[in-house]
């Protein structure tokens, strides 16, 4: 669930070019203080100015469904967002990861997979204030109680890690091209578990140039021909994922997870040499 802590230093402190400050992140991230070193460094302007351009996927607790993030008025609701966005709760089991027959990557960035809702404790999930919401106008945003008066739960609810209903956040594409007069966009999406890498097609939306989607090689030995989905990943049932899910689960070594930030980097050189617009990583 770390991969909010990254996008979210990634859109507000980390800096092209600055290679001192990605650096010292990195380093951080290597001891388990990610969170503390991107909260240290953000300031009430840059979480404003991330405002339309991260989204981060959650789960509501009392609901599970699938929300996004991308209004942020301070850095407190910021850092509250990403917070909610990697929280496991305790009540968590693996199988609530498991989506249903037919689900995919595809259908997760579409906001699909939704007929299995699981719900988590208030006590166990972030409180956030409901208008950092971007699709607040959808399902129970900014409605009152049913008695017409607006209780606590109607400015803020408790949410937990949104790969427990969606394993990346819905993509508010359409409404993001319409609004800023821009062409034909490609959509870039990461994991560190190996699944189908390169071109996924164009999301079905329109303004979408295309879905690129950067994972491992994985040659290790695997189930031929089989893929499962978790959190609506298609990944391959392979040694290679299995360790990687033990890295996630367990942490690493600096030593290790600087390995794995090469290995991303020559991925995502495949990437391109294979047809992947380089601004799709260059903008991204």
């Known amino acids: 669930s770390g991969g909010a802590i990254v996008a979210a230093a990634a859109a507000t402190v980390l800096h092209r070019g600055d290679l001192v400050a990605f650096d010292e992140f990195v380093t951080a991230a290597a001891r388990g203080d990610a969170f503390r070193a991107f909260s240290a460094k953000l300031t009430p302007g ?18 599970g469904r699938a929300v996004t993030f991308g209004r942020y008025d301070n850095a407190d609701e910021l850092l509250a967002c990403v917070l909610a966005s990697a929280v496991i709760p305790r009540s968590a089991h693996p199988l609530d990861f498991i989506r249903l027959p037919g689900s995919s990557l595809l259908s997760s960035l579409l906001g699909g997979s939704r007929a299995r ?53 819905r993509l508010p594409l359409q409404q993001l091209l319409e609004a800023e007069g821009l062409g034909p966009v490609s959509v870039l999406s990461v994991c560190p578990l190996a699944g189908p890498r390169g071109r996924q ?37 392979s040694l290679a994922n299995a360790r990687a899910a033990q890295t996630a689960m367990l942490g690493g070594s600096e030593r290790l997870l600087r390995g794995w930030f090469e290995r991303g980097r020559a991925d995502a050189s495949d990437l391109v040499a294979r047809g992947a617009p380089a601004e799709v990583l260059s903008h991204s």
């Open 46 to 63: 840059a979480a404003r100015a991330a405002t339309h351009r991260l989204f981060l996927g959650a789960t509501e607790c009392e609901t």
């Open 117 to 169: 809702l699981t719900w988590y404790p208030r006590r166990e999930g972030v409180v956030v204030p409901v208008s950092c919401e971007w699709d607040i106008g959808e399902g129970r945003g900014g409605a009152p109680a049913d008695n017409g008066v607006w209780g606590e739960e109607d400015f803020a609810r408790a949410y937990v890690d949104g790969g427990l209903s969606s394993a990346l956040p």
């Open 201 to 237: 097609g164009n999301l079905g939306l329109a303004g979408s140039a295309g879905h690129y989607h950067l994972c491992p090689a994985d040659h290790s030995p695997r189930l031929p021909l089989a893929l499962i989905s978790i959190a609506g990943l298609r990944l391959y049932p």
